[in-house]
């Protein structure tokens, strides 16, 4: 049986991706494991006691980085090719009127999203990042998909990279 892992950083989330179709025909076919903050395991824990293949672990919500760190994360998410994503952070930006962000964001998208700008981006993440943050995550359940449900998310983005290191593929929505 394959294993999934699927990060609820909201419980609003749980409602959104469990109650629907989807879970109902992969419910028996996978082994699911939520990661989540450690304030919703007992939680998620309760609402999900009946089900055998349903695995909940914490994580520690506040990892946050230093500052040049941030910048990076901010970086790499600023250069992935996401059209909504990307538009949703410059329209914010020059709306509340704040140009530096503004250039910011369509620096890092224009330069960044490019072949240099990976290999800068890649080249900084090897040495300011400690590696696998979420490691024992993957030595202990060897997952075959991770989803990630807020690509946004600081945390889920860390997750999707340290799957990225261990040839784990990763889907987003």
Same mark, same amino acid.
């Given at each position: 049986m394959k294993t999934v892992f699927i990060t609820i950083f909201d419980i609003f989330?749980?409602? %959104? !991706? *469990?109650?629907?179709? *989807?879970?109902?025909e992969i419910k028996d076919k996978v082994k699911i494991v939520i990661i989540c903050p450690h304030r919703n395991v007992e939680y998620i824990k309760n609402v999900f006691k009946d089900n055998q293949n349903i695995f909940v672990e914490g994580v520690d919500a %506040?990892?946050? @980085? %230093?500052?040049?760190? *941030?910048? +990076? +994360?901010?970086?790499? &998410?600023?250069? &992935?090719?996401n059209r909504s994503i990307n538009s949703f952070f410059l329209q914010r930006a020059r709306v509340?009127? =704040?140009?530096? =962000?503004? +250039?910011?964001?369509? !620096?890092?998208?224009? !330069? /960044?999203?490019?072949?240099?700008?990976?290999?800068?981006? =890649? !080249?900084?993440?090897?040495? /300011? *990042?400690? @590696?696998?943050e979420f490691q024992?995550?993957?030595?202990?359940?060897? @997952?075959?998909?991770v989803f990630s449900t807020i690509l946004t998310s600081t945390i889920?983005?860390? /997750?999707l990279r340290d799957a990225k290191k261990n040839k784990v593929k990763s889907i987003s929505n």
């Open positions: 989330q749980l409602k %959104n !991706f *469990f109650y629907t179709d *989807f879970y109902s %506040n990892l946050h @980085p %230093n500052r040049i760190q *941030f910048l +990076l +994360l901010k970086a790499e &998410q600023a250069a &992935q090719k509340q009127g =704040k140009w530096k =962000k503004y +250039l910011f964001y369509k !620096f890092a998208y224009e !330069f /960044l999203s490019g072949k240099l700008g990976h290999r800068i981006l =890649k !080249f900084l993440e090897d040495r /300011l *990042f400690r @590696p696998g024992e995550l993957f030595d202990k359940y060897k @997952p075959a998909l889920d983005f860390r /997750l």
